[in-house]
């Protein structure tokens, strides 16, 4: 019999359920300091450790299906072995495969043609375009540009920016994020009832835009660059998909999606419009409302390029801790952080490794010393714990996907996701960051441990990026699964008010996905160490509580995980 009978059985008897807490509590008592003298052997030494190992010159910044491939599958399971936790495959190995398929777009000629006047674009440096098709060469020939605002469909507003306009065969022009509708009351304002506010939805993401175009059958889908809305510069894009593209292996070859993906720069965005004797800020302007029409710019777009395309064995790293209890060992929790980076670039004059220290060796480094915390505990918490290190996050989460789509434990009887990216290097601090803030019931367990420590939880200070559909957790959260994402606070003790903004934003005009995140001279990880208890602490709640955590109203997932978990009570 399930638990999820169990669970329904104890809410019906309730005297029941009291008795557990007291017995829960009294066990609890007995085992006493044992959980925080294993918290306490997550250390900033040990994490420091971690990170100088993965993030060294050596690992090659980690890229799927190289050398650095191999030494980081080598040194994740080479760790959990050392601590003695289990195989997290069935099949008795730390690994789990990713079929991938690489594909790089060469000899790259992209031009518009506006009457007789031809304009070239430069590519990676003004437009970056690929193909995830597997097809050996693009040439794709005075296609007609048709801007599309920020191409949503979206029932639940009542949102459709497509409109029944064909745009089968024709070059997209999409914005990025979502739009933001202002406040009727309060113009200076954005309407919450509409795409969540300032936040960003799902519709706002890049990856949303090019299946909303495939789905539309257009050719090519285009995306204007804004840096404030996208949530990170040009060089973001240019360093992230100029070079090999990935996707996982999928039976029509990929030939279901528009054949050519992209983006421009504001500044040729703006060109282009204006030799099509429009004007793209009126346009964008135009495209907040919900009677926007495509507009077609009697412009015509070709895009002709050889499309390198292999095949790429890569893989997920997991390692399991079972559960003591009988009754529960076939539940999990599970700890994500992606250990894969953008690789080297031999085109770069200089330095050419991406060494990712913080996106996203920090988040393995604490994945790590979480997996030997849990390790230390005796007996060892009632869930199974899983701690998974996933591959191609930075080539669009694939090595979540995968799991999320070919799960090696049933996602019905996995209670939550904890998902690390990007840790905090500069010091202790007051306050935990919630991305994807009032998600669901695992912030309130966070908050439960956080004020036993005297920290407190503040909700994502940028919610416009759209992180909560950033990172790994969101794959789980896409199927279900409960999923909590914290990042750095920004309370900084002991530094004057500011620091904390100061140095993320520095961190993501600097170095985020680039050569230069690397560790830094001031880097001080008793913050990272701290933050990395809390997750020990909420996660071992989890493991060892009565409930499962759920999606909270207003929630994008909770009709999902509710639908799955009946699925599952009826079985
Ligand atoms: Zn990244």
């Given at each position: 019999m399930g638990n999820r009978a169990t669970g329904a059985l104890r809410s019906r008897f309730p005297t029941g359920a009291i008795a557990l807490a007291i017995a829960c509590r009294l066990a609890c008592a007995l085992r006493g300091a044992e959980p925080d003298e294993a918290a306490a052997s997550i250390t900033a030494d040990d994490l420091m450790r971690h990170i100088r190992t993965l993030a060294s010159d050596d690992f090659e910044g980690r890229a799927p299906g190289t050398k650095g491939e191999q030494l980081t599958v080598g040194y994740l399971t080479g760790e959990f072995q050392r601590m003695g936790l289990k195989p997290g495959n069935p099949d008795s190995t730390y690994v789990q495969a990713v079929p991938l398929v690489g594909t790089t777009a060469t000899d790259v000629n992209v031009s518009y043609r506006a009457g007789e006047k031809r304009t070239d674009l430069t590519f990676p440096g003004e437009t970056v375009v690929w193909t995830k098709r597997f097809v050996p060469d693009i040439n794709v020939a005075d296609s007609e540009l048709v801007f599309v605002g920020y191409g949503v469909v979206a029932p639940e507003y009542g949102w459709d920016d497509f409109k029944n306009v064909d745009v089968r065969g024709k070059t997209i022009v999409f914005l990025?994020?979502?739009?933001?509708?202002?406040?009727?009351?309060?113009?200076?304002?954005?309407?919450?009832?509409?795409?969540?506010?300032?936040?960003?939805?799902?519709?706002?993401?890049?990856?949303?835009?090019?299946?909303?175009?495939?789905?539309?059958?257009?050719?090519?889908?285009?995306?204007?660059?804004?840096?404030?809305?996208?949530?990170?510069?040009?060089?973001?894009?240019?360093?992230?998909?100029?070079?090999?593209?990935?996707?996982?292996?999928?039976a029509d070859r990929n030939m279901g999606r528009v054949a050519v993906e992209g983006w421009i720069t504001l500044d040729k965005a703006r060109q282009l419009f204006a030799a099509a004797g429009r004007d793209f800020d009126k346009l964008k302007q135009s495209a907040v409302r919900r009677d926007f029409k495509p507009v077609p710019l009697g412009v015509k777009a070709s895009f002709r390029f050889r499309n390198i395309s292999r095949e790429v064995a890569s893989q997920n790293v997991i390692a399991k801790l079972e559960g003591s209890d009988p009754k529960v060992k076939n539940e999990f929790v599970i700890y994500t952080a992606h250990w894969d980076h953008l690789g080297r670039n031999t085109s770069l004059a200089g330095d050419q490794i991406f060494n990712g220290a913080r996106d996203n060796a920090s988040g393995v480094a604490t994945l790590l010393e979480l997996a030997e915390a849990f390790g230390k505990l005796k007996p060892a918490p009632r869930r199974t714990l899983l701690f998974l290190s996933v591959t191609a996050e930075e080539k669009g989460l694939l090595g979540a996907k995968h799991y999320a789509a070919h799960p090696l434990y049933p996602l019905n009887h996995t209670l939550a996701d904890f998902n690390m990216d990007s840790a905090n290097p500069w010091g202790r601090t007051r306050d935990v960051n919630i991305i994807g803030f009032g998600q669901s019931t695992l912030e309130d367990l966070l908050r439960e441990v956080a004020t036993a420590r005297g920290r407190t939880l503040t909700p994502d200070a940028e919610p416009e990026k759209g992180r909560y559909y950033r990172s790994d957790h969101f794959e789980f959260a896409k199927v279900g699964v409960p999923a909590l994402y914290l990042q750095p606070g920004v309370q900084f003790i002991g530094k004057p008010a500011g620091f904390g903004r100061q140095k993320i934003d520095a961190d993501t005009a600097n170095d985020y996905h680039k050569v230069t995140d690397e560790i830094k001279p001031d880097w001080e990880l008793s913050g990272m160490a701290e933050d990395a208890r809390l997750l020990f602490e909420v996660g071992l709640k989890v493991a060892n509580g009565e409930d499962y955590p759920k999606w909270k109203a207003g929630s994008e997932f909770k009709a999902r995980r509710e639908e799955m978990l009946k699925r599952a009570g009826e079985k």
């Open positions: 990025i994020n979502d739009p933001p509708v202002p406040d009727a009351r309060d113009p200076l304002k954005l309407d919450d009832k509409v795409f969540k506010g300032p936040a960003m939805t799902y519709y706002g993401r890049w990856t949303y835009k090019y299946e909303i175009a495939a789905k539309q059958g257009a050719t090519a889908a285009i995306i204007v660059h804004e840096t404030g809305p996208a949530g990170y510069p040009w060089a973001v894009v240019e360093g992230s998909n100029s070079r090999e593209n990935f996707d996982l292996q999928s």
